[in-house]
């Protein structure tokens, strides 16, 4: 499929990751439906990336994402990167997140992102993990250096690894560093004449442009506080509320550009289907 956009939202709630949270306002539900609206007005359906402790809080959401054509995909049971897990506790979290996802509704999970993106050159045992259970691709790598986690060296095309298909995010260079461009923090950070640039030369590769987004990227209406998961960097809070309500006009000139939203099971299966299963340094599509 040429000019797959492969737009995901990842399902998390980050008043879960914090001591208090429970005490803050409650936005996913309200953010989730912001998404789901934009879709349906292009026609779209996508992957959703949902955290095992927000299928058991908000299983009427999770349904209604069901119903309205999306896929649904593992995000792990809780908001933990897989360098604080060992494999088996990985396995049990894994399958934990499946569990809640298909007593919301969910069937035939294929996919799975790790939290953070830290699926690195060192946690890659996760690849037997995700095979040993029935696993079909992750998109779970940033192949760039990162303040957080990263893996530059993996490229930027998928890749079969242990018989998962990794769809990397997409990254493109800015000055000395290579940062995706199609999600989250820096699809609002970075300037639209880049984003423009990067988008026009993924159209040209023949490559999926890979993107992320979270409830809160569009939530012009949260309360100010540190985030968890940065480290108590102010400047990174600050980035964490910048131009949100810029997100729906830049993903819908992504959209005039010919770019086409699919779930990910649908790209894998359309598009890699016949790709014969390698070890790491094998085939890149």
Avoid at 76 to 83: A, W
Avoid at 104 to 117: D, E, W, Y
Avoid at 238 to 266: H, Q, S, W
């Amino acid at each position: 499929m040429n000019n797959a956009f492969l737009f995901s939202v990842d399902l998390e709630d980050i008043r879960f990751l914090m001591e208090d949270g429970l005490g803050r306002p409650e936005r996913v539900p309200a953010n989730v439906h912001g998404y789901l609206e934009w879709l349906k007005s292009h026609g779209f359906r996508c992957t959703f990336f949902v955290v095992g402790d927000v299928a058991e809080a908000y299983p009427s959401l999770i349904r209604e994402i069901i119903e309205k054509g999306h896929e649904i995909a593992c995000h792990g049971y809780r908001h933990i990167p897989l360098d604080q897990q060992t494999p088996d506790q990985f396995r049990n979290l894994l399958e934990a997140n499946r569990n809640a996802l298909t007593r919301a509704g969910a069937k035939n999970i294929q996919g799975f992102r790790a939290p953070i993106f830290s699926l690195t050159e060192k946690t890659a045992w996760a690849y037997e993990v995700l095979k040993d259970l029935g696993f079909t691709y992750s998109s779970s790598v940033l192949p760039a250096k990162n303040p957080f986690y990263g893996w530059p060296e993996f490229g930027p095309r998928p890749k079969m690894i242990d018989g998962i298909l990794e769809i990397p995010m997409t990254v493109r260079r800015f000055g000395p560093y290579r940062i995706p461009t199609a999600g989250g923090v820096y699809f609002r950070v970075l300037p639209a004449f880049f984003i423009r640039r990067s988008i026009k030369k993924i159209f040209r590769s023949n490559r999926p442009l890979a993107g992320y987004f979270h409830p809160y990227d569009i939530d012009t209406e949260q309360e100010r506080f540190m985030h968890p998961e940065i480290n108590d960097s102010r400047f990174y809070n600050y980035l964490m509320y910048y131009n949100r309500k810029n997100v729906f006009r830049r993903l819908d000139a992504i959209v005039k550009r010919g770019f086409t939203i699919c779930p990910y099971a649908e790209y894998v299966r359309r598009e890699m289907q016949g790709l014969a299963k390698e070890e790491p340094g094998g085939n890149n599509l």
